[in-house]
């Protein structure tokens, strides 16, 4: 009988501290209460209905249900080639820059099994998306650290990470805006960070998931867009959140051609790529009127600014994020002391609002927690009751807060 022990890679995986909310939520919601998910960042709003048109339209043809291309039909690389160039002024050859994934979740760690060893030092944002951390994890690399925050301390951490680290680091993933901290950047650092992964013959992983929610007004760059990029960096991108396609999993990762053949060469082996209608209805959503992106961009930011505007005078300030679909909320100063964990538990079974624990992303997580705008605008007043009444109890109010 084999020995009793965890396998080498499941070793290596902490405990998934959101999971254990997502348990309590579980639980509550089966025995009917009435749960205010704000924890995951799952978009309640449907994808456009001529995608579900084309959807189903092609799913009718007998031809249509066979194994398709695992780096995307020709028709839907196309798209995203043209989404690039329409959006960032970004030339990418379809044939050699672009490869559609399973998400840009499933991207990272495919790309992560086909350029790590054992060993490799990866840089990674603390706090960050976990994918961007455990991805490298089970592909046997090491993690440093650096901070999600760009500013000279970032800059200051990625130097001493060269200095001292041994072996020298390869890779950097950076992901603004930022999931869990809704941080952005602007070309300026881009153009920096390009310079200096080319001076430290490092790869740079970007992930702009998220390229589509912004808000006031400022669009959110792309590292390629900055001259030579294309020589160390990829990016991933999302139809998730722009299109509410989060469960169809589409996702796409361009740039530069050694990058993308390694990724595409990996993803050969582990799949046959997504069902050809979904990536026939992907297509429509790139190629089709992108008035619904604008209406969603819209939307969550008026969810934002209820939230924001609710939630303070409920007694817990809030910084308004500038971009995606979440906000990263420090714990109420008087409530600080239980931890990010306990209190979203005692938010949960206390307030019947679920949020995300911020050390879930990494110990520089703690102290916050992250809400995701996903729910709609009387929801989120109904929440910021709820958590004024919570508060209320614990004696703290809104200027003590």
């Known amino acids: 009988m084999p020995v009793e022990e965890e396998f080498y890679r499941i070793k290596r995986l902490p ?6 909310v997502n348990a309590m939520r579980a639980a509550a919601r089966a025995s009917g209460r009435d749960i205010i998910d704000l924890g995951m960042g799952n978009p309640d709003l449907p994808p456009p209905a001529h995608v579900i048109e084309k959807l189903c339209e092609v799913a009718q043809k007998p031809s249509a249900h066979g194994y398709s291309a695992s780096k995307g039909i020709p028709g839907i690389r196309k798209a995203q080639a043209n989404y690039y160039a329409t959006r960032f002024n970004v030339e990418l050859d379809p044939e050699t820059e672009v490869v559609m994934t399973m998400g840009s979740k499933e991207g990272l760690a495919s790309l992560a099994t086909a350029i790590t060893a054992p060993g490799d ?4 944002p603390n706090p960050s998306y976990p994918i961007h951390t455990f991805g490298f994890i089970i592909a046997g690399a090491t993690i440093r ?5 760009p500013d000279e301390r970032y800059w200051e951490s990625l130097d001493r990470a060269m200095a001292f680290t041994v072996p020298r680091p390869s890779i950097l993933i950076v992901n603004y805006p930022s999931n869990p901290t809704a941080e952005t950047v602007d070309l300026a650092f881009y153009e920096r960070l390009v310079a200096w992964a080319k001076e430290n013959k490092v790869w740079i992983l970007s992930d702009l998931a998220y390229s589509e929610l912004y808000f006031d007004g400022q669009p959110t760059r792309s590292i390629l867009e900055v001259p030579g990029a294309k020589d160390v960096a990829v990016e991933f991108t999302s139809m998730s959140k722009t299109f509410s396609m989060a469960g169809w999993r589409v996702g796409f990762a361009v740039g ?9 060469r990996v993803k050969s082996y582990l799949d046959y790529g997504a069902f050809t209608p979904i990536q026939a209805a992907a297509c429509a959503a790139l190629n089709g009127p992108q008035d619904i ?17 609710a939630f303070g005078r409920a007694g817990w300030e809030i910084p308004s994020p500038k971009a995606s679909m979440f906000a990263w909320a420090p714990l109420p100063p008087a409530l600080k002391h239980m931890g990010s964990l306990e209190f979203s538990k005692q938010l949960l079974t206390q307030a019947e609002v679920a949020v995300a624990p911020g050390v879930g992303y990494g110990e520089d997580g703690e102290g916050f927690v992250r809400i995701a ?3 709609n605008e009387q929801r989120l007043r109904q929440a910021a009751r ?3 009444r919570y508060l209320t109890s614990m004696g703290v109010n809104a200027s003590a807060a």
């Open 15 to 20: 405990p998934y501290v959101i999971a254990e």
């Open 256 to 264: 530069n051609k050694r990058l993308i053949a390694a990724l595409t």
């Open 121 to 124: 030092v990866v840089l990674a």
């Open 386 to 388: 709820n958590i004024k």
């Open 145 to 149: 650290s650096v901070p999600t925050t």
């Open 373 to 375: 705008m996903v729910e």
């Open 293 to 309: 992106v604008e209406q969603n961009r819209k939307l969550y930011q008026k969810r934002r600014d209820v939230m924001v505007e």
